[in-house]
C-alpha cells in the first residue's frame, strides 16, 4: 500500500476547503499515535471531514489511487486502532460532532460519530436518558460503536453493540448507505449492524449513528470490598455473578493498582484487593442488591464492606477507577506498557487472574491487575524498560496471557479490539472463521484502503 | 435451480444410513409447510442428520451437484422460512436435540439445534436458570437462531441474537466453521456471529449453538389491565416504555383477539382492548413496578387492573395468549391468513395500529390485532377467503400496513424473518444494503444451494 504522492495531495487539497486539510507538524503528531505505547506513526495528512458527503468524496478519491484512509475519533483507544500505521489520510471525524435527532419519547437518539461520549451523556440527562456504555475515556460514539467499546457498566447493560440500532455507513467506494430499523426488534434479513460494529474502520466510516438508550435509574448505590487475598476476591466475583444479582459494576483491583491510584488521586483505599461494586434500579431493589452482596462478600472472607457512600464519593472513586491506566503509569515513569484485554467465561476467572499473577512474577515484571470482573474481562498494564530484552519478555507474558485465555474459551480482547496488537492471535481464536472475515474484507474493501494494517496484516 | 436428478438420489442414499433418508410420503408432506397458510412445497426427500459431519458431507455433495438444501426445525415458523419451495433436500435437524454441555457455574450451554425451546428450559430450570426469547410454539433452539426470534419476553430480555455466544456453523462448501466465543464481551475481529444469527439457513447451518443464559428471577407478578378504546391502551403501552419500567411482557389484544382466546380458551376476559403485563425481579422491584404500572394504567383510562394472580391463573393467560393464532384462525374456519409482523418506534405505536385498523376496515376484512406491544411490533392475522378477489384485497392491507411501517422508520419483520412472505418489501426497507446482503450471500453460497428462494427472489 502506498502512502501519498505530491500530485495526489494537490488533488485531494482541491476536493476540500483549505482548513479542512491539514499537514501542520503537531496536528500529524496529535494524529500518530493513541493513548497505547505503540509506535508512533503520522499520517501524511489530515481530512477534517464535514458530512457524508465529504467522506464520500474522499474514499471514492482514495479508492481510485488507493490511498489508505484511517478514520479518527479522538485517539483514546489502546491498539493503535486509528493510527495510519501506513501512512495516506487521517480521516478526522471529530468536526462531526453534532446530534442530529433527540427522540425521547422512542429512547433514540442519532448522532454524528465524532460527539464525544460524556458531552451525549451529558445532554441525554435532561431527558431522563443515558447510553449506558463508559470505556471511562472521553471517547467519541464513532470510535465506541467502531470498537464495540464495553467499560465498567457493560456487566449490567451490556456492551456498545446492544445500543446501535441503525448506521449511516460510507463504503470504500464511496456508497452511501444505511443498516438497521429505528424499530426495537427487527428480523429483517441479514444483520449488517453488527459486522461493521467492532470492525475498527477497515470495512466502512460511520457518519450517522442511532442508539436506543435507557432511562436513568432512580437510584444508585455503590460499595467497597476488601479482601484478604485475590483468590478471595475472585472467587466473590463468581458468585455474585452465579447469584443472578445484576450489577452496573462490578470491578477488581488488585493492591499494586490501588496503590497507585492513592498516589495518583490522593485517595486512602487500603492497599488489598478490592471490589469496586455498583447498583442500579429502583429503591427498594438496590437496597436488596446491596443487602445481597454484602452477605456474599462476607461469607467470601470480606473484611471491609462499605457501602451506600455520597454521590461525591462515589464519583471521585469511579474516577480513580477510570484513570487507573495512567495512575500506574505514572507509577511507572520512562516505562511503556502492553495492555492485555481478555476476557474469559466467568468459572475461569479465578485462574485466569492466578495465572497472569504466576507468570508475571516468574518474570519479574511489574503489571498491575484489574478489571471488569463481572464480564470476565480484565486488564493488565504490563510495564518494561524500552529496551529489546525487556521488551521481548513482557511480549512472552502477554501471550502466554492470552494464548492461556484462549484454551480457557476466552477472547484476545474484551473491549479494546484487535488493532495491531492483537492480530496474531486471530488465527488461534477464530480458526477458519479468520479466512471468511478477511474474505468479507475483501468484498467491501477490494483495494485495501480502509484502515490498513488493522485486525489482519 | 434444478431439484434432485434420480441417479443423485441415489448416489445420496449412498452417504447415509437408511433411516437417515426419506422420501415417505407422509414425511415429505409434513415437510411441505410450516404454521403459515403460505402454499405447500414438498421436498424430493428428507435427510435426517445426526452430527456436524453428515452436514458437511450432504452440503459438499450437494453443493457439487446444484441441489437447494433448506434447513428444518420444527416447521412452527410463519414465512414458509424451511420450506423446500425450489424442492431438494429438506436438511431435518430434529435428531440433533442434544443438550452438549450445560455450564451452570458459566450462566451457559451449548445445545444441538434441534432441540425444542421447551425441553431445554425445563432441563434449565433445575440449575435456576432459562433462556429468555419466547415465541411461544415448541420451535427448536436452531429455528429460534435462524429467524433471530424474540417473542413475549423480548421487550425485558432481547431477542435470540442477545443470547447467542457461539456458533458451529457448515458452510455451502462443507467447511465447518467455528464463531464467537465462550466470554462474556468480546470485541475480536469481525462479528459474523450475528451475521448468521437470523439469517434464516441461507448461509449456513447450525450444528453446535452456545446460549448465555439468565437467572430465573425470584418473583414474578402478572396483570391484566383493560381499556373503554384502542388508542387508550396503546398509548398507555407508550407512557409505560417512556417511563423505564422493564416489563418482562407488555402484550396488546384487541377485543376480537380477546372474543377468540375466550372461545377457544373457555375464558371469560372482557372483550374490550386489553394489555397483559408481566414483572419479573426481586420481591420488593416487582412490587414497585407493579404499583407504578397500575398508576400508569389508571390515568390513562383502565377501567380494570387485576393483578397478582396465581400461578395457574398466569399461565392460562400466556397460553392463551400464545394460542391466540390458533383462536383466531379456529374463529375464521376454512379462511386463509397473512400474518403482518411490524415493528414501529414506540411513539409511532398508536397511529400504526390505527392505520392497520382503517384499512382492515376499508376493505373490510377481519383482521385481530395482537402484539408484543412493548417492542412496538404486532400482529395482524388478515383472513381472507381462498379465492383471488379476496386474496388481492388481503394483500393490499399487508402492503399498506408494511409501507406505513416502514414509512415510520420501522421494519417489515419484528421476529417472524422475511422467508418468502416479506421479499418484496426488503429494497425498500434496506435500499443499498440490500444489494450488500445479496454480495454476501453469493461469497459464502456462491452456488445458490442454502434455502434458495429465501430473503432473496
Known amino acids: 500500500m502506498k502512502a501519498l504522492a505530491k500530485m495526489q495531495l494537490t488533488q485531494l487539497k482541491g476536493l476540500f476547503s483549505e482548513e479542512q486539510i491539514s ?36 474514499l471514492k478519491f482514495c479508492n481510485k489511487h488507493g490511498i489508505p484512509v484511517t478514520p479518527w475519533g479522538a485517539g483514546t483507544s489502546l491498539e493503535a486502532n486509528p493510527v495510519a500505521i501506513h501512512g495516506g489520510v487521517s ?26 461520549l460524556q458531552e451525549l451523556n451529558k445532554r441525554l440527562s435532561k431527558h431522563g436518558l443515558f447510553f449506558p456504555p463508559d470505556p471511562g475515556a472521553p471517547c467519541t460514539i464513532g470510535g465506541m460503536v467502531g470498537n464495540n467499546a464495553a467499560g465498567i457498566q457493560a456487566v449490567k447493560y451490556g456492551p456498545t453493540k446492544n445500543y446501535v440500532i441503525k448506521l449511516e455507513v460510507v463504503l470504500a467506494n464511496g456508497d452511501i448507505i444505511t443498516c438497521g430499523s429505528n424499530a426495537m426488534r427487527t428480523s429483517s434479513a441479514y444483520n449488517l449492524l ?19 438508550l435507557a432511562g436513568i435509574p432512580p437510584e444508585v448505590s455503590a460499595a467497597t470490598a476488601s479482601f484478604p487475598d485475590l483468590s478471595k476476591a475472585t472467587s466473590t466475583v463468581v458468585e455474585l455473578v452465579q447469584s443472578g444479582l445484576s450489577p ?29 461494586l455498583e447498583f442500579r434500579g429502583n429503591g427498594p431493589e438496590v437496597t436488596e442488591d446491596v443487602r445481597v452482596s454484602q452477605e456474599i462478600c462476607m461469607s467470601n472472607g470480606c473484611k471491609d464492606y462499605r457501602v451506600a457512600m455520597g454521590r461525591e464519593e462515589r464519583d471521585k472513586l469511579w474516577e480513580a477507577r477510570h484513570h487507573s491506566y495512567y495512575a500506574s503509569a505514572a507509577a511507572n515513569p520512562g516505562m511503556r506498557a502492553i495492555v492485555v484485554d481478555v476476557a474469559v467465561p466467568i468459572s475461569k476467572f479465578p485462574e485466569m487472574v492466578e495465572h497472569a499473577r504466576r507468570v508475571l512474577a516468574d518474570k519479574r515484571l511489574n503489571g498491575p491487575i484489574l478489571g471488569h470482573a463481572g464480564d470476565g474481562n480484565f486488564h493488565v498494564a504490563i510495564f518494561y524498560k524500552d529496551e529489546p530484552k525487556e521488551k521481548s519478555k513482557a511480549h512472552e507474558v502477554n501471550d502466554s496471557i492470552v494464548f492461556r485465555a484462549l484454551e480457557l474459551g476466552g477472547t484476545a480482547t474484551g473491549e479494546h479490539g484487535v488493532g495491531i496488537g492483537k492480530i496474531h492471535f486471530m488465527e488461534t481464536e477464530h480458526g477458519k472463521s479468520y479466512k471468511l472475515m478477511k474474505q468479507i474484507k475483501d468484498l467491501l474493501d477490494p483495494k485495501g484502503i480502509l484502515n490498513p494494517g488493522k485486525i489482519f496484516h
Chains 1, 2 share one sequence.
Open 194 to 212: 453488527h459486522l461493521f460494529v467492532g470492525s475498527e474502520g477497515t470495512l466502512g466510516v460511520f457518519t450517522e449513528i442511532t442508539l436506543k
Open 23 to 58: 499537514q501542520n507538524a503537531s496536528d500529524l503528531a496529535a494524529h500518530a499515535r493513541d493513548e497505547s505505547a505503540h509506535e508512533e506513526s503520522p499520517p501524511d495528512v489530515i481530512v477534517y471531514v464535514q458530512s457524508a458527503d465529504d467522506v464520500s468524496k474522499l
Open 91 to 116: 480521516l478526522d471525524l471529530s468536526k462531526m460532532n453534532q446530534i442530529i435527532d433527540l427522540r425521547p419519547e422512542d429512547l433514540q437518539v442519532t448522532v454524528q460519530p465524532g460527539i464525544v
Open 248 to 276: 452496573a459494576a462490578l470491578e477488581i483491583m488488585d493492591p499494586v493498582t490501588v496503590r497507585d491510584i492513592n498516589a495518583f488521586k490522593g485517595l486512602k483505599l487500603p492497599e488489598v484487593p478490592t471490589l469496586f
